[in-house]
């Protein structure tokens, strides 16, 4: 007998490529996944779909746009059965002092009339562990990683407990690393605990996968949980253990691809600058790089880009269109223009190229940066992704419908610290 049908998770993420991010793990764990572009507007059909991740642009707009569109998509989920919700945010916990991540979990909460919820931001095959609620990525500290120079939400503390703290009028507590060793049981007895002390948000520590089983274990009867997609990887385990998920066959099956390839990149990580630098080095003659002090003066260098990649498409061969550059490039154009203004820049122009170069025949196209991921997705008018195989861990290959189009778009959103170093020459070997 089959499970009754509605969905089983419902997902809040902030931006766009953490929400598929999350939904690759959801795949990977055994769920049929849907992404939608914001809250959708009319009817979806949702019969072969276990799991709907909302994606929002939500991490870093002022604090009141982030509750309401989170509260809106919280409605749209629980009005599609779901049985538990997720507010996905990035592994790297980005944010402010003033939010965004605590006043959109005390919102959900407030709304669900939950007492509590876990924070979960690791994700330990990509590098992002929490001990004693210290966020490391790699073996660095948070704020010795990079992130301490992300140009929106730079990331200068590494206790999280201290960082939720700042974002939420309520009380933090921990889970510690030596509480997960001694089980589910004891971990949730840990969480009843302190949520009668008054602690609503509990920071987890969590060094591998196991740590993630204990905790999705732990949590998968609570309304909602909050994390990385790390944890979207343990749940479905627990969901088909509650009779709430049947097995299921290659939940991550594509169509069959078609049309030309191209890389666009926005984010100046540390990940995706080696990444571009492999690119060039196997292909020198393969990418145009856009400036936001150029980009600013008209439209030459943008239609320049575009008169490129026809070339290089035209040619069969691999193009990149990037806006990447290291810390001091990217602070020179912020000072001379804004940051906010740098930023737009950057995501109008490459967002522009990628709906001219779709209708000119583009059918594979992978996108680097989360800001950049959103104003492309919008750009192009996709309403839903259905989640297929991963390329890396955390980064898979969706395909969108496009109106006009006879086949969907095989889209890949890579979060901009994601992915090997190789990323932008083997994805296209795994779609193929």
Not at 35 to 46: E, F, K, M, S
Not at 162 to 184: C, D, I, K, M, W
Not at 218 to 231: D, N, R
């Amino acid at each position: 007998m089959g499970i009754e049908k509605r969905i089983v998770l419902g997902a809040i993420a902030d931006d766009f490529t953490g929400a598929t991010d999350l939904a690759n793990n959801l795949v990977r764990g055994g769920m049929r996944c849907l992404q939608v572009i914001g809250v959708p507007q009319q009817a979806i059909d949702l019969s072969d779909i276990d799991a709907v991740v909302v994606a929002l642009k939500s991490r870093s707009c002022p604090v009141d746009e982030a509750v309401a569109d989170s509260l809106a998509a919280l409605t749209w989920l629980r009005e599609q059965g779901a049985r538990q919700l997720f507010f996905k945010y990035c592994s790297t916990f980005d944010s402010t002092d003033q939010g965004n991540i605590g006043p959109v979990a005390d919102a959900l909460l407030e709304a669900l009339n939950a007492q509590q919820t876990v924070m979960v931001p690791a994700f330990p095959v990509n590098g992002r562990t929490v001990y004693q609620g210290h966020l490391f990525v790699g073996d660095r500290l948070l704020n010795d990683s990079g992130m301490q120079h992300h140009p929106l939400n730079p990331m200068q503390d590494a206790d999280l407990v201290r960082v939720l703290s700042r974002q939420t009028p309520y009380s933090v507590g921990l889970a510690n690393r030596a509480l997960l060793a001694q089980g589910a049981d004891a971990t949730r007895t840990h969480f009843s605990t302190l949520a009668g002390q008054g602690v609503r948000h509990v920071v987890c520590d969590s060094l591998d996968e196991q740590d993630l089983d204990v905790l999705a274990e732990a949590t998968v009867l609570m309304p909602l949980v909050t994390g990385g997609s790390g944890l979207g990887q343990a749940l479905p385990a627990q969901y088909r253990a509650q009779g709430w998920l049947d097995a299921i066959t290659e939940p991550g099956r594509l169509s069959p691809s078609s049309g030309g390839t191209l890389v666009l990149s926005g984010s100046c990580s540390r990940a995706t600058l080696a990444q571009v630098a492999d690119f060039l080095a196997k292909h020198p003659d393969g990418g145009f790089a856009l400036e936001p002090l150029s980009l600013v003066e008209g439209e030459q260098q943008q239609q320049q880009a575009l008169a490129f990649a026809r070339q290089r498409l035209s040619e069969h061969a691999p193009v990149l269109i990037y806006a990447s550059a290291d810390p001091e490039k990217v602070k020179a154009a912020q000072a001379s223009l804004g940051v906010e203004r740098a930023g737009y820049l950057v995501e109008t122009a490459l967002s522009q190229l990628a709906v001219t170069l779709v209708k000119d025949g583009v059918g594979r196209l992978l996108v680097a940066g989360g800001e950049t991921s959103g104003a492309v997705v919008s750009a192009l008018g996709i309403s839903t992704l259905r989640i297929g195989e991963q390329i890396d861990p955390g980064v898979p290959w969706t395909q969108a419908p496009l109106a006009g189009c006879e086949t969907p778009l095989s889209l890949a959103l890579k979060s901009g610290n994601f992915g090997g170093v190789d990323f932008f020459t083997r994805a296209f070997e795994v779609l193929a």
